[in-house]
């Protein structure tokens, strides 16, 4: 948490709010939330850089910067993962920090009104309570993203493609699907979705899976993430807020309550050390 649909509504919301936007500083108080590089080369590095994109990657928030003339030509990438419980918003650069606000970046523009050439400024804050969360400042995206497998949304991930390579690998399929080597985004509540959507049991071995199981869970997947982004993701505790994809859950966090199918009460089991919701009737171990 937040998982794929959160972190693309995160990145759709900042973006209208980031691009034109020139960093004047970065106030890092917490010196861990830096992964790359030093923290005294990020400061450096980021000052006078102006934003020119906003995006995602698996659960990665990617801010494209503009070149500055003595880098030469090489371009930047803010890339942010906000692990389980970091927030990314703007506010007012004059608030002042709160305990957790870990790094914030003081952002300027043009005021579009009142006295010309007046500088409006804001603030790019980056909370975090629990500090899992980390941000790189690099030219080299591949890095940090080369080890994820395909978007759920990319050309490369088709019915075909999930077949293979649920069959080429041994494993439980819930945890497989949890691994962002293997699909890219998924998260704990959008796999439980999925399973009950494909009528798979998630300890259901991959390599048992046939073309016709596959193919019902890449339908389940797109179909659970759109509908989560439609929602604006999930808000399911203090770490992420706005979200109401919550109110429409089919098992996650359901446990003992009718199943939306059959009517069987709704399960919880722990697999690998993860919290699962299934429906005994819907998605049978066979």
Not at 12 to 23: D, F, Q, S, V, W
Not at 63 to 91: A, C, K, W
Not at 184 to 203: F, M, Q, R, S, V
Request: one cysteine or more; hydrophobic letters at 40%.
């Amino acid at each position: 948490m937040p998982e794929l649909p959160e972190v693309e509504t995160i990145a759709r919301a900042l973006g209208p709010e980031l691009i034109g936007k020139t960093i004047l500083d970065a106030n890092v108080r917490w010196a861990r939330t830096v992964a790359v590089p030093s923290v005294r080369k990020f400061k450096e590095l980021v000052k006078g850089q102006v934003v020119t994109g906003v995006s995602r990657r698996a659960k990665y928030l990617i801010v494209q910067l503009q070149p500055l003339p003595e880098s030469h030509g090489v371009t930047y990438n803010l890339m942010i993962h906000l692990r389980m419980s970091g927030d990314l918003f703007i506010r007012d650069s004059k608030i002042k920090p709160g305990k957790h606000d870990h790094l914030i970046f003081t952002l300027a523009s043009l005021h579009s009104k009142g006295k010309r050439g007046a500088v409006k400024e804001s603030a790019l804050v980056f909370s975090d309570t629990r500090k899992f969360g980390r941000v790189w400042l690099t030219a080299n995206t591949e890095a940090v993203l080369g080890r994820l497998g395909p978007e759920p949304f990319g050309d490369e991930f088709t019915p075909q493609w999930l077949y293979q390579n649920l069959n080429s690998r041994h494993r439980q399929l819930k945890p497989l699907l949890l691994d962002q080597s293997f699909i890219a985004g998924l998260g704990n509540i959008y796999t439980d979705e999925c399973l009950h959507i494909a009528k798979l049991h998630p300890l259901a071995l991959s390599n048992t899976l046939k073309p016709k199981h596959a193919e019902a869970l890449y339908k389940a997947i797109r179909a659970v993430l759109e509908e989560g982004i439609r929602w604006n993701g999930a808000s399911i505790d203090w770490a992420y807020r706005g979200g109401e994809y919550q109110n429409h859950f089919r098992v996650y966090d359901r446990a003992g309550k009718a199943c939306p199918v059959c009517g069987r009460k709704i399960q919880k089991l722990v697999i690998g050390q993860r919290g699962t919701h299934i429906c005994p009737n819907c998605q049978k171990l066979r």
